[in-house]
């Protein structure tokens, strides 16, 4: 269902003049969904709180929030709001990325599609710049992991026919090789002697 499990991360990039600054991306792992991405020069836990509390006001609840142990995911303001808001933080584990790999795709995306590709000249060049990115990656561009169709018109799909994800123990790996037919024996393996 849409809302299972957000991942966040940050991703960098530059001004014209040379200024740094930071994208936080906050994706629904299940829509494929951006759900923010929010420019600025600094942004610390406070602000991260802020601006979940936004989306989580205009979206609803998370089951679960992925992240690394970035300094903003980490910090005490953070932490307040996770047990005020009753939300799930999980921390992947430090230098594997590809725990959080949603938002790595989609940060990879955005790199490839927005931020190599424009010129930012201030912050609000950049934040007219990426919503509208946004609005295109969420709104018109079909993905074939959702049946082609554009992650908001998937979630809605989702909501409005109250599919369920597949049932965990369908997801158990199936066996290596099927068994053998009625009738056939399996030959016993040979061990080496010596």
Known sequence: MPNARWSLDFVHDQFANGRRFRILNIVDDVTKECLGAIPDTSISGRRVARELTA????????GMIVSDHGT???CNAMLAWCRDAAIDW???APGKPMQNGFVESFNGRMRDELLNETLFFDLDDARAKIANWVADYN???PHSSLKYM?????AA???ATDDRLRNP???RRSSVATTAPLGVQNPEALTAAG
């Open 55 to 62: 989306v989580v006001e205009r979206r609803g609840k998370p």
């Open 169 to 171: 123990d369908q997801l």
């Open 157 to 159: 799909h989702l909501t």
């Open 90 to 92: 999980h921390f992947i």
């Open 72 to 74: 903003e995911f980490t």
């Open 150 to 154: 554009t992650p908001a018109a998937y």
């Open 139 to 141: 709104l018109q561009r």
